[in-house]
């Protein structure tokens, strides 16, 4: 037994995962009220708004999403009318 002891197997790791719950509807009713607020004067104008920044991320990230399908789906007319050039080009 002495040659068990010799050699140090190592430990398993501990596998330490907190799950983050994300709840939009509670976000968004959370953010709603901050603008009330501050429309009604009842907040620090000083105070930064977060939800206005990430408001502008999630516009900035909807349009660049949207202009990239669309320059995908015009990249794939322009190739298939190329083919059919090239097709009658070649074969008429």
Known sequence: MGIVSMFKTPRPRQFNYRPVFYDERKEALKEREQ???????LTDENEIRVSGIKGRMRGYYARSVRSKSKSNFRLIIILAIL?????FFFYY
């Open 35 to 41: 603008q009330i607020k501050q429309e009604l004067g």
């Open 83 to 87: 083919l059919l050039l090239a097709y």
